[in-house]
């Protein structure tokens, strides 16, 4: 049997445990699909404290929810999906905070923003001396490159290769054709390879 | 390696970022690489390209775990559960609604009058528009050939040295005219400029250069698609 295969019987078990009311089960589905729901979300929104809020907001999302999942062994893919709605809202209300953040400020006569910056050191494996300060430069370079995909290549790239998701949900999700999806994912790896060719 | 060499290339390396448990692919990949320093390169680049965009942020994950599982409600709140929620909301026994209804229709009326108030279009049949642009045209044709000697008629009630003035016209078609014979009325347009040459000879010292005039024709006939091959046309 797969990986795929047994993790989709595994999470059959816990919704079906969590529906029940069993939070420890609940606990067990957050502890397998955190890391991959906070680092799509962090890649669609390029920050880390608005990428957790998304994430944890999800994880409540799909819990309350839970009995309008009628295919019990993918909630992965359906829990993904929510991230990525929220992840969407997320970045276009934060568009339109920033607007108004930007108003507010410019009439109170202070150019600068006032928002919290937070610091984001990805972890690399292995790291040499100076690794640190290289993959966060490398970091930085990626997520605007990133943000500079158009919305639909940046999407794919996300959803397939950081969400994981099947190319198939990948294609049902964005309205895309399958072959659509793969030469949005092959676009975006080939313009971003293009941009950070100096740091690769 | 040439361009189409690369580009194939690249294709491979995405594909097998696809699916790196593929060993099909992972077989492909060796054996087009091979031990082409450039192509090695190329590989190289595509994997830490991956490697970087699946990175991990730093997060306390059992911090964040804890923190989420604190939000959570004690139990999933079930969709029927919402839906007795707003039907005892929504039930007779809710408190009644507090809603001025005259004020609202009043507001609603307003709304849908100030909708209809919208621009008004006024719509011609073809036969009519056709007229209105050949006089149209006709009238353009004339000021054009007229300004000359307009001029020319001023300099001499003036007393001045008639000379021939320098005047311009230039005419701009929307190119939809052109192009599509069944354009919606209203889509294609010629417009007429007159206007003196800049730094062209004024006839009358007092005389200020004249303003210049625009025609305009909405859906010009067919004549107008003589100066076709143009957007602007000088004469």
Request: hydrophobic residues 45%; proline residues 5%; glycine residues 4%.
């Amino acid at each position: 049997m797969s990986i795929t295969a047994n993790r989709e019987t595994d999470d059959l078990s816990l919704v079906r445990r969590a529906k029940r009311g069993d939070r420890d089960a609940y606990g067990e589905l957050v502890e397998r699909y955190q890391r991959r729901a906070t680092s799509a979300a962090w890649r669609l929104l390029g920050d880390l404290h608005d990428a957790t809020d998304a994430v944890q907001e999800a994880f409540i999302r799909a819990y309350n929810n839970l009995d309008t999942l009628e295919d019990e062994s993918r909630f992965g893919p359906w829990f993904m999906r929510i991230v990525n709605n929220l992840s969407l809202n997320y970045r276009r209300g934060r568009a339109v905070r920033q607007r108004v953040a930007s108003l507010e400020d410019r009439a109170a006569g202070d150019e600068e923003s006032s928002r919290e910056e937070y610091a984001i050191a990805p972890v690399y494996s292995g790291e040499r001396p100076g690794a640190r300060l290289a993959a966060a430069e490398l970091e930085d370079h990626v997520q605007r490159a990133l943000d500079d995909l158009p919305e639909q290549q940046r999407q794919a790239l996300v959803l397939f290769s950081i969400q994981q998701l099947p190319q198939k949900d990948v294609a049902e999700l964005l309205g895309l054709s399958v072959e659509a999806v793969k030469w949005h994912v092959f676009q975006a790896r080939k313009k971003l390879k293009e941009r950070l060719a100096a740091w690769l | 390696m040439t361009n189409a060499d690369r580009e194939s290339l690249d294709r491979l390396l995405s594909e097998w970022l696809d699916e790196p448990d593929n060993a099909e692919l992972a077989r492909r990949v060796e054996s087009a690489v091979g031990n082409d320093a450039d192509r090695i390169a190329l590989r190289d680049q595509w994997r830490r390209l991956h490697a970087a965009l699946c990175a991990e942020p730093a997060v306390d994950w059992v911090r964040q775990r804890e923190r989420i599982m604190a939000h959570l409600p004690a139990a999933p709140r079930r969709a029927a559960e919402i839906e007795a929620r707003l039907d005892e909301l929504l039930g007779e026994d809710s408190e009644p609604l507090a809603v001025d209804w005259a004020k609202m229709k009043t507001r609603v009326l307003d709304r849908l009058d100030s909708r209809r108030a919208g621009p008004v279009v006024v719509r011609f049949p073809a036969w009519r528009r056709r007229w209105v642009g050949l006089g149209l045209a006709a009238a353009a044709a004339l000021a054009i050939w007229m300004a000359p000697w307009g001029l020319l008629l001023h300099g001499t009630r003036s007393g001045a040295e008639p000379s021939l003035p320098a005047s311009v016209a230039t005419l701009r078609i929307h190119a939809a005219a052109m192009t599509d014979e069944k354009s919606d009325a209203g889509s294609s347009m010629v417009q007429i400029r007159v206007a003196a040459l800049p730094g062209a000879d004024v006839v009358h010292p007092q005389d200020e250069p004249a303003a210049a005039e625009d025609w305009l024709m909405i859906d010009p006939p067919a004549v107008a698609r003589v100066s076709a091959g143009e957007e602007y046309g000088m004469f």
